[in-house]
């Protein structure tokens, strides 16, 4: 966890997955950086859905620049920008260790793998020897907490909420201005959108008494 935590702090504030083989290494890895002052979220099948869904909207909007997840993560997800890719745990195969590593360097975009390996740990036949070791500095600082927070809305599509509806909404009754709001996700019964942190607490308070679309609905940063 040392070593998971000073590459994190050497790779600052880029967007990163940290693969775990097990659903409770990923909680216990996600307590354990905690604890370490990195702020991250976590994503497994044990979850309740709006529990994955809050935590892959605030892994995309950049709320969180850490996703901590199991091989579910490592198929069928759409995030751009990924920038490492961080094996925790070996993969016990090599089609889960390459599906791993698909999630960064799409569309043209560059990318890097890191693995850690303990001192009596064997690297499996399928990964060839042009690794390279990847020297951690011993000095190091925590990366700046992201710029984002996210706030959640019990409304969405099948109440006829859309995005342009909750970007009237927060710039009308919130008073934010455009760079203040960020990406936009809208599920079928809640919406997640991307605010600039120094902004939500205000923003809150303000549209607390307020209606989307003549209903008033439950807003709250998602945890």
Not at 28 to 52: A, C, N, P, W
Not at 97 to 103: A, E, I
């Amino acid at each position: 966890i040392d070593t998971l935590f000073k590459l994190i702090c050497a790779l600052k504030d880029t967007s990163s997955i940290v693969f775990c083989n097990h659903r409770d290494a990923v909680e216990r890895t996600q307590q354990l950086l905690h604890e370490k002052g990195i702020y991250s979220v976590f994503y497994h099948g044990g979850m309740e859905q709006i529990d994955r869904e809050t935590a892959l909207c605030k892994f995309k909007n950049g709320t969180s620049n850490i996703l901590i997840t199991t091989d579910l993560a490592s198929r069928g997800l759409d995030i751009p920008n990924i920038r490492s890719v961080i094996h925790y745990h070996i993969p016990h195969a090599e089609d889960a260790f390459t599906h791993r590593n698909g999630r960064t360097a799409r569309m043209d975009a560059s990318g890097s793998v890191y693995i850690i390996k303990a001192p009596d740990e064997t690297l499996p036949d399928y990964i060839t020897n042009n690794a390279e070791p990847f020297e951690l500095s011993v000095d190091f600082e925590l990366p700046q907490k992201p710029n984002w927070s996210t706030l959640f809305t019990a409304a969405g599509k099948k109440d006829k909420v859309n995005k342009i509806d909750i970007v009237g909404f927060l710039s009308q009754r919130g008073k934010l201005k455009k760079d203040d709001i960020g990406l936009i996700e809208v599920k079928d019964f809640s919406s997640f959108v991307a605010i600039r942190r120094s902004k939500i607490g205000a923003v809150l308070e303000t549209v607390k008494n307020e209606k989307i679309k003549n209903k008033k609905v439950k807003m709250a940063i998602a945890k």
